[in-house]
């Protein structure tokens, strides 16, 4: 069989294997449960604040807003990982192996995104039961979900392999929160970005947060919430636009920065950044 | 062993930094199943050297040849037909031993011949290197030197024609320290696989090594066995005895000689004679600090 296939393969039971690991182990677990807990908490708050004369409450707009930005945070564990990954030792191991680093970035993806569809349903199933108005009867509603989810995967995920190679050590990656946290502030997520002002908009009109969270609203609320968002409209090529245009320009950076980070790896450079952990805890 | 093919070949091997020479004109030769070990103090250049070999480290200048290509334009079936034991830190910490070697082991399929089939079946592995009992269990529950049996393992699971290990008793204690040499011991009797691994353990040299390369300073500064290299370097054997009660102690190259003459001048009243001939480690120490005052010298 072909290499690279065989590659492919193994990468898709890694990401199998990574999946079942985080979903056995406490302490990943909690981190599952974590955010999708803490959000089910405002929408229950939010459920029955009303969002002006529009006749939908807060907790109704935020639920699929907030399932947007989950899938945009798909970035940020991959670039969490990555720089993880690369500190410890993993990458140089997929290295040293033949067609190690397709694997390694085919296992990433699906253990990522599995992830993040078990962290989707942690926070929709009983986000359901608390917010009723709803249009999830549809099948079309949920086809909408899938594109919108599966496009923004693709948007965001090699956006945050870039990140991962970029910010080299975990220290870094902290600092690289505090402008996502701003994006998601701005992005209409907890708050419709109407009532923002209008330059503020067009700042998060730029990003992937804010036309996630636009896709999912969309699959979700009732066509008659439409007048809460700008221009009432949906604006689903202009989602596809925005979101595809992140997607060419991960997917073009991605192999370029990855390449030059890997070309970097050696054991004496993990050797190196093990001694340098070893004496900050010790 | 000279009839068997060369499988490594280094020709003139430089590595610079900015104005610094880390390698300078480094040569030797490898031959299929042979165990080469290089040498040398901290510094001395053979991380360098095996990066540089193991393809994860460009080099300056001079030709370099692993089992037939330059490691820099190694592709991904050269990469299969390598095995690099890496030390491993905390990476896979989740997954379980036996579990990780078949998934490393499952990107050689695609590599096997008819005459290597790899990769290794992982079960077979695992009790090669003495880890059947934490077959199951996860890599962040196993000891230190459990750890480095894995590493190995790893290092191995592919089959690989060459195997490179850097350092690879750093940090073990004394008893995972003699695991692991039966484990290279073992691994060489087969003579299939050429293994070049570094270390600054002299002792360690000399129990596993069919040739040692000794560098310092980035220059290869002897190449033989164990044997030849105490030949090489005649190293001062240490003469003691006693006359008239007093002490004496003389270190020369010619010991006979000297307990010749001794004998001849006092007769019986020369008493606890002692001759400590020169050891490896006395050969090797004398050899660093020779090469150390050449390159102060220059």
């Known amino acids: ?282 | 062993m000279t009839d068997r093919a060369v499988v490594l070949h280094v020709e003139g091997l430089r590595m610079r930094y900015g104005t610094t020479d880390v390698l300078r004109d480094v040569s030797f030769q490898a031959r299929q199943g042979e165990v080469l070990c290089l040498l040398g103090p901290n510094g001395a250049g053979k991380t360098t050297t095996i990066e540089i070999m193991e393809g994860f480290r460009l080099r300056s200048a001079g030709q370099v040849d692993v089992l037939g290509t330059d490691p820099a334009r190694g592709d991904e079936h050269w990469r299969a037909r390598v095995g690099i034991v890496l030390q491993s830190w905390r990476d896979h910490g989740k997954w379980r031993v036996r579990e990780l070697l078949e998934h490393l082991g499952s990107y050689y399929r695609a590599y096997s011949t008819e005459a290597t089939t790899r990769p290794w079946d992982a079960q077979r592995l695992i009790t090669a290197v003495g880890l059947t009992e934490q077959a199951d269990k996860k890599v962040r529950m196993l000891s230190g030197g459990q750890r480095r049996r894995l590493d190995v393992a790893i290092g191995l699971v592919g089959r690989p024609e060459l195997v490179f290990l850097d350092e690879p008793t750093a940090g073990l204690d004394p008893v995972a320290r003699h695991g692991f040499h039966e484990l290279i011991e073992g691994l060489a009797e087969e003579g299939e696989t050429t293994i070049l691994l570094t270390t600054h353990d002299l002792a360690e040299a000399e129990k596993l090594a069919d040739r040692i390369l000794v560098l310092e300073g980035g220059r290869i500064i002897a190449d033989g066995t164990a044997a030849e290299l105490a030949r090489q370097i005649a190293g001062e054997d240490e003469v003691s005895w006693t006359h008239c009660g007093r002490s004496f102690r003389q270190s020369t190259t010619e010991s006979t000689r000297l307990v010749f003459e001794l004998f001849k001048e006092y007769g019986e009243a020369i008493g606890d004679l002692e001759v400590r001939r020169a050891s490896l480690e006395d050969t090797y120490l004398s050899l660093v600090r020779q090469a150390e005052s050449e390159g102060a010298a220059r």
Request: no cysteine; net charge neutral; hydrophobic share 55%.
């Open chain 1, 1 to 282: 069989m072909n290499p690279t296939v065989m590659a492919w393969r193994a990468g898709w039971s890694r990401g199998v294997i990574e999946l079942r690991q985080s979903l056995t182990n406490a302490g990943d677990l909690f981190n599952h449960f974590f955010w999708p807990v803490l959000m089910l908490g405002a929408t229950f708050f939010m459920r029955d604040v009303s969002f002006g004369q529009s006749g939908f409450t807060l907790g109704a707009l935020a639920l699929p807003s907030i399932l947007g930005m989950n899938a945009a945070m798909s970035m940020v564990s991959m670039s969490q990982q990555l720089t993880a990954d690369r500190e410890d030792g993993t990458l140089l191991r997929a290295k040293a192996t033949p067609n190690g680093m397709i694997g390694y970035l085919t296992g990433k993806i699906i253990s990522v995104s599995g992830g993040l569809v078990v962290d989707l349903a942690i926070f929709l199933v009983p986000g359901l039961f608390i917010i009723s108005s709803l249009a999830v009867d549809d099948a079309s509603s949920w086809l909408t979900l899938i594109w919108v989810l599966v496009l923004g995967l693709v948007a965001t995920l090699p956006i945050g392999a870039v990140l991962g190679s970029v910010f080299v050590s975990a220290r870094s990656q902290g600092l690289l929160q505090l402008p996502i946290l701003a994006m998601i502030a701005i992005s209409g997520i907890f708050y419709p970005i109407t009532a923002l002002p209008e330059w503020v908009q067009w700042i998060a009109q730029a990003f992937p947060v804010y036309w996630l969270g636009l896709g999912m609203r969309s699959a979700l609320l009732p066509d008659s919430a439409v007048i809460t968002e700008i221009g009432e409209s949906w604006r689903h090529l202009e989602t596809i636009g925005v979101l595809g245009a992140w997607a060419v320009l991960g997917l073009v950076l991605a192999p370029i920065v990855l390449r030059r980070m890997a070309r970097g790896e050696s054991g004496s450079s993990v050797a190196a950044r093990r001694e340098k952990a070893l004496q900050r805890t010790g």
